[in-house]
């Protein structure tokens, strides 16, 4: 793992939170947080001069926040899933759009695939095993629950 593009996804995902959910996060230096919350993950893939996936699993809890906070929802209005997972797959995207330009050359062209949202348990595990190594990991702390995205590039 490239600690470059460790640094870079890290400060990529707290920026992009902070921007467009008003949600501040923090480094977790490899702590692992334990969220007592359902977790829910998302990914997206990309191509353009590279190859690549970008996975981000986090506590039901925080997906909310990010939903009330990007929607505007008032805390006590019911939130849908489709609400929810809306929001989720927009700050993936928004993340992902934002660390290709910092790890490629800022001119390269991508196009990025829709996300696609996982809250089963055993299937998030899967498909994050089935990725093969990260290039990057980034642990973040949202408000005492867990948030790990971890960077995926396909050799050329």
Do not use: W
């Given at each position: 793992?490239?600690?470059?593009?460790e640094?870079?996804?890290?400060?990529?995902?707290?920026?992009?939170?902070?921007?467009?959910?008003?949600?501040?996060?923090?480094?977790?230096?490899?702590?692992?947080?334990?969220?007592?919350?359902?977790?829910?993950a998302?990914k997206?893939?990309?191509?353009?001069?590279?190859?690549?996936?970008?996975?981000?699993?986090?506590s039901?809890?925080v997906?909310?926040?990010?939903?009330v906070n990007?929607?505007?929802?008032d805390?006590d209005?019911?939130?849908?899933?489709?609400?929810?997972?809306?929001?989720?797959?927009?700050?993936?995207?928004?993340?992902?759009?934002n660390?290709?330009p910092?790890i490629a050359?800022?001119?390269a062209?991508?196009?990025?695939?829709?996300?696609?949202?996982?809250?089963?348990?055993?299937?998030i595990e899967?498909t994050?095993?089935?990725?093969?190594?990260?290039?990057?990991?980034?642990?973040?702390d949202?408000?005492?629950?867990?948030?790990?995205?971890?960077?995926?590039m396909?050799?050329?």
């Open positions: 793992m490239s600690k470059e593009f640094a870079i996804l890290s400060d990529v995902a707290m920026n992009t939170l902070e921007q467009l959910a008003f949600i501040f996060a923090a480094s977790a230096d490899d702590e692992e947080l334990i969220s007592e919350a359902p977790c829910i998302a997206v893939a990309f191509e353009g001069p590279f190859k690549g996936r970008l996975f981000m699993k986090t039901s809890r997906v909310d926040e990010i939903t990007m929607l505007g929802i805390e209005e019911k939130v849908s899933s489709d609400q929810r997972f809306d929001a989720f797959r927009e700050t993936i995207n928004v993340i992902c759009g660390i290709l910092e050359d800022k001119k062209v991508f196009n990025i695939d829709a996300p696609e949202v996982f809250t089963e348990s055993g299937d899967t994050l095993k089935d990725q093969g190594a990260p290039a990057a990991v980034a642990k973040l949202i408000d005492d629950e867990a948030c790990d995205l971890y960077l995926f396909d050799e050329p």
